[in-house]
Structure formats: structure tokens, C-alpha cells
């Protein structure tokens, strides 16, 4: 997902990093290091952004060239529940 975010910022996108936490954007910012720091790839958390979707992936009045990457630990500290009901109930298969 780094990759992706420092790949989106060299051709020119607004890049913003959704952590699930502070200690979480911190880290995710430590790992982007210099070349996310100098694109200017930025480290929230979906609170902090304020006008965040997590519906649309998007930030509410931002400009088409923004693009937001959601941290794995992110989505599931913020849809875990939903998460495990994606496979509850379906059909279990024979270890054949």
C-alpha cells in the first residue's frame, strides 16, 4: 500500500494514508520515509480527516486528484465486525 502511495504521489496525486490510529499513522509514516515525506503524502486517521467516506473511499469536497489509501489494520479495526460476517455463513468445503 506504501508503494502505491509513494507511485500515486510521483505522478502528481494528493495522496492521503488512512491509519487506525495516531501511534498507527506515525509508523506508517516512519516506514514511507523520506521519498513520503518529501511527496507529501499525508498520514491521518479517518477521525482526524474529518470528511472522510469510508463508503466512497473519498474525501467529502476534495479535488479528483486526491486519491486515499486505507491501511489494511485500519479496516479491520474499524470493520471487524463486518469483516467476520463477510464469510460467516457460507458454504463450507471438504479438505480433500
Keep these: 500500500m506504501l508503494e502505491e502511495a509513494i507511485e500515486q504521489a510521483r505522478n502528481g ?3 492521503y494514508v488512512v ?3 495516531q501511534a498507527h499513522a ?3 509514516e516512519d516506514m514511507g520515509g523520506k521519498a513520503a515525506h518529501e511527496l507529501g503524502i499525508k498520514f491521518e486517521t479517518a477521525q482526524t480527516l474529518g470528511n472522510f467516506d469510508w463508503r466512497t473511499m473519498r474525501l467529502a469536497g ?3 486528484n486526491c486519491v486515499v489509501l486505507a491501511d489494511h489494520y485500519a479496516i479491520e479495526a474499524e470493520f471487524s465486525a463486518m469483516l467476520e460476517m463477510l464469510h460467516r455463513y ?3 468445503t471438504a479438505n480433500v
Design 19 to 21: 491509519a487506525a490510529t
Design 90 to 92: 457460507d458454504l463450507k
Design 62 to 64: 476534495a479535488n479528483k
Design 26 to 28: 506515525r509508523m506508517l
Design 13 to 15: 496525486r494528493a495522496v
